[in-house]
């Protein structure tokens, strides 16, 4: 059976310091199993990705993990992953990660959540996709970068509609069912990026 959306889910390759970041990434691996969704995401075991993909897959939803060579060992390379791509470099991870999925959402998550979040949003912007972009502001996590995002306006470097095209929520299961119904499947034009 076709999944009926594809989600593209940035997050952690660590677990955080609190039980509850884990805890959050199971409830999005379940959340999408239960609603019939594939999750596409960077083929990881670790941290809160190893946890969003066990979740995931063990609520019957379709796995896709694209990692890089270089990162299988690091990353111990989910192999019980419906489909899992070990690509060349970081760009095809991206690029193959935006191509399957119809929204993105980032939760908690490192420097390396923070750079697929911005690309994906930056691709947005410029209207390489029209795919929803959204934020997990889980328990204030994002707080800090909403507030800097908003200076940035502040100071004539952003404007409001870029910040306006993303969808932010603190509440899981709400964020997911809007990403869900904006869901866009038309494919990224990353022929442009
Ligand atoms: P982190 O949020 O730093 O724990 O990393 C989360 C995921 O982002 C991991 O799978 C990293 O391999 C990945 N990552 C880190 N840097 C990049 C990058 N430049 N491009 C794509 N993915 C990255």
């Known amino acids: 059976m076709n999944p009926s959306f594809s989600l593209c889910v940035y997050c952690g390759s660590r677990p955080g310091a609190e039980p509850r970041f884990i805890e959050v990434a199971r409830q999005v691996g379940r959340w999408i199993g239960e609603h019939g969704g594939q999750l596409v995401y960077g083929g990881g075991n670790n941290g809160t990705m190893g946890a969003l993909a066990d979740a995931a897959l063990a609520a019957g939803a379709r796995v896709v993990g694209v990692i890089p060579q270089s990162m299988v060992q690091r990353e111990w390379a989910k192999r019980d992953c419906t489909e899992l791509h070990v690509v060349d470099n970081m760009h095809q991870r991206k690029s193959m990660m935006a191509e399957r999925a119809d929204?993105?959402?980032?939760?908690?998550?490192?420097i390396g959540t923070f750079e697929e979040f911005f690309e994906v949003w930056t691709w947005r912007v410029l209207d390489f996709h029209r795919k929803p972009v959204g934020l997990l502001d889980l328990d204030g996590y994002y707080q800090g970068l909403l507030q800097f995002l908003q200076h940035s306006v502040r100071r004539g470097f952003m404007n409001d509609w870029q910040i306006d095209m993303l969808t932010v929520g603190s509440d899981?299961?709400?964020?997911?069912?809007?990403?869900?119904?904006?869901?866009d499947p038309r494919p990224a034009d990353v022929s442009r990026i």
């Not at 929204?103 to 490192?110: C, D, N, S």
């Open 103 to 110: 929204a993105f959402l980032a939760l908690p998550g490192g």
């Open 172 to 183: 899981p299961d709400a964020l997911l069912a809007k990403l869900a119904q904006a869901a």
